[in-house]
């Protein structure tokens, strides 16, 4: 099983910042088949980024993903009102197919 | 457009079972998998398998193997998720997400969910 690890577990930024966060597996992950997700309170999660580092339909391009093999990073350049959430990272290479413990980034 | 739907909350006691459906629309069903995750309050995003509409094939998480089963019914675009010996520690929300793959199998993860269930299990 592939674990990942989020870091930081809690982010305290303000409008407009940038928002750096961490997603490190425990083995590679192949294809780059890593996603982030953002969920809001009651809401289910909303596919951000998928294959490491392209955007979902109807991303702002604030958020962007990078990385490879066992390190993968999501940037939020300049924090919106809207983007202080939970945010996950997924791996869908193999099963079970894993997620991150989630980052909270909070004003 | 793309719309998963799920059924209403549910209150179960201990050692009963529960059946959640998911219903499609927007696309072809049988195209893309249908995944399950659970999330109990103030907790993290759990994957607990996915199923193949086309074929029924399924693919449980260990943590779930003999409890779970995935199933669906192609004429009504339904996929449903059937817990059973239901325990306090699975009162969560559960989630129904597709996993959309393009035409080269190149998969762009889960990009639909439903608006979750929330099963509540109480004596």
């Known amino acids: 099983e592939i674990v990942l690890t989020q870091s930081p577990g809690t982010l305290s930024l303000s409008p407009g910042e940038r928002a750096t966060l961490s997603c490190r597996a425990s083995?590679?992950?192949?294809?780059?088949?890593l996603a982030w997700y953002q969920q809001k309170p009651g809401q289910a999660p909303r596919l951000l980024i998928y294959?490491?580092?392209s955007r979902a339909t109807g991303i702002p391009d604030r958020f962007s993903g990078r990385g490879s093999g066992t390190d993968f990073t999501l940037t939020i350049s300049k924090l919106e009102p809207e983007d202080f959430a939970v945010y996950y990272c997924?791996?869908?290479?193999?099963?079970?197919?894993?997620f991150g413990q989630g980052t909270k980034v909070e004003i | 457009q793309v719309q998963l739907v799920q059924s209403g909350a549910e209150v179960k006691k201990p050692g009963a079972s529960v059946k959640v459906s998911c219903k499609a629309s927007g696309y072809t069903f049988t195209s893309y998998d249908i995944n399950w995750v659970r999330q109990a309050t103030g907790q993290g995003l759990e994957w607990m398998g996915w199923m193949n509409p086309n074929s029924g094939n399924t693919d449980y998480a260990q943590k779930f193997q003999g409890r779970v089963t995935m199933t669906r019914s192609t004429s009504i675009s339904t996929a449903y998720m059937e817990l059973g010996s239901l325990r306090s520690e699975d009162t969560a929300v559960y989630y129904c997400?597709?996993?959309?793959?393009?035409?080269?199998?190149?998969?762009?993860?889960?990009?639909?969910w439903g608006q979750g269930t929330l099963v509540t299990v109480s004596s």
């Open positions: 997924q791996q869908y290479v193999s099963s079970p197919r894993t």
């Open positions: 294959g490491a580092s």
């Open positions: 997400a597709r996993r959309y793959y393009d035409s080269s199998g190149y998969s762009y993860g889960f990009d639909y």
């Open positions: 083995q590679s992950i192949s294809s780059n088949y």
